[in-house]
């Protein structure tokens, strides 16, 4: 039972991976949301949904990181009543071994409000997207999705024979490095070697990529994380259908368009481009040893002896988020690169300790020691070894995630898009030259002229204003450089 006024937690799925296959009642959720707390792995569009102003918590694993569960367990309980809404963003279904249950309990002990909300589990989603129903009138009558590690590591001890002889499809989810294992439990349960098997990586993304083999070869198969394997006769079918695919596997960065489902942004997808819509720098509070967001170090931004900044991004992050940027007064400020020290000097601050050091380990090196508090803003994917050193040189460290790109990696991308003139000087002044794709379009002969202004190639210009020509500007971009033919602008 939710009271009128009292906080609510939602446990929400945001689905296999496809942005497109959230569900209405998790976006609408999202739109209300006041904190939200995601996986990863979950799409940036899809955290497009929530409010400019929610605080954004990334708990997912990363290399060499973790968040531990009952840490997130708590997080939810202390958010719960700092907030409204808060809502526990998780890939897939949230009680698909989305550990949603442990969550809904956790809130249940505190007397807290929560709500689930389904989501498309990429368990039976994943599979679909490749071609392969989990049933089939006669091939499988039934399927089994089962993890492929266990918490305390290696290979769950499944009844194997059972498994082996039973005929349904089996789902694997979460078993790319003990897939060795799996297959060897299988054969020596008598599930034949030729069993069909299909591994589908990153599934229902404009990265998908799908690998069919049998059983016999799963231990050899050339698979990354993220997949779902599928063990039986039903992964020999094929039923993919015959979407339009002219820009399957183009990642391409679609500037100056606004909210998660743009128009623009969806008919590019739907013929198979992964899109990336950039925004500015967003608070996010990592997994880092003493789960901190943004917004709560901030609230107490006087205890800090220090504050450290680890690139342009962080300088921005945290002064958008000051209620006051006079609450510095006091503080010492550090910058590791020029081009964060640029930064805070074009906001009128100077660092009390700078350098164009070359690693984490050389700044480690030069910061003085001490015992006193230190705030550290670091961007998604900076070196996590960093809070540690510092903490060895006697300090007592916060460590944050203060910013991150909403659009990834955007110089690894195919393409850029630039909608407007404004969309230009906007990613640029927010992501920097260094962020730009290899090949840059334009929408209109407005946005060329601003491209070329700030000294960017055009490599296409759609030849008429509207969606649909541009989409169609991009194909033709798109088959030019497939089939090794310069692609120049038309003008």
Known sequence: MKLENAPVVYLVGAGPGDPRLLTLRAAEV??????VVYDHLVDPRILAHAPSGAELIDVGKRPGQSSHQARINEL?????????????????????????GEEAARLA???????????????????????????????SQGFIVMTGHQEQGGTPGYPWEVLASSGLTLIVLMGVAHRGAIAESLLG?????????????????????????????LAEMNVESPAVIVIGEAAALDFKGTPPTTLAGTRIVVAGV????????TALAALGAEVLTPGPAVGISPGLPGVEGLGSALERIGDYEWCVFTSPETV????????????????????????????????HLLPDAAGDWSGAWEFEADFPSGAGRLLLAQSDGADLALAD????????VDAIVAATSTGGKLAEADLVLFTSPASVENFLETHGRAALPRHRGS????????????????DFEAGAPGIKEVVVACERWRAAVSGGTPCAATR
Do not use: C
């Not at 999202?30 to 904190?35: E, F, G, K, T, Y």
């Not at 505190?110 to 589990?121: R, T, W």
């Not at 050193?389 to 007592?396: D, I, Y």
């Open 30 to 35: 999202l739109s209300q949301a006041d904190a």
């Open 76 to 100: 939810l309980v202390t958010l719960a009543r700092r907030f409204h809404h808060v809502v526990r963003l998780k890939g897939g279904d949230p009680f698909v071994f989305g550990r949603g």
């Open 109 to 139: 002990e505190e007397g807290i409000a929560y709500e689930v909300v389904p989501g498309v589990s990429s368990a039976i989603a994943v599979p679909a997207y490749a071609g392969i129903p989990v049933t089939h009138r006669g091939t």
């Open 189 to 217: 349960a008598g599930m034949p070697p030729g069993t069909p098997v299909a591994a589908i990586t990153w599934g229902t993304t404009a990265r998908q990529h799908d690998v069919r083999a049998t059983l016999g070869d």
């Open 258 to 265: 606004e909210g998660p489902a743009d128009p623009l942004s």
């Open 316 to 347: 921005d992050a945290v002064i958008a988020s000051l209620a006051d940027v006079r609450n510095l007064a006091g503080r010492k400020l550090a910058a590791l690169g020029n081009a964060t020290v640029q930064r805070l000097a074009e906001l």
């Open 389 to 396: 050193g510092m903490r060895a040189k006697g300090w007592e």
């Open 443 to 458: 929408a209109n002969p407005e946005t060329s002229t601003a491209m070329e202004l700030n000294s960017i190639a055009v």
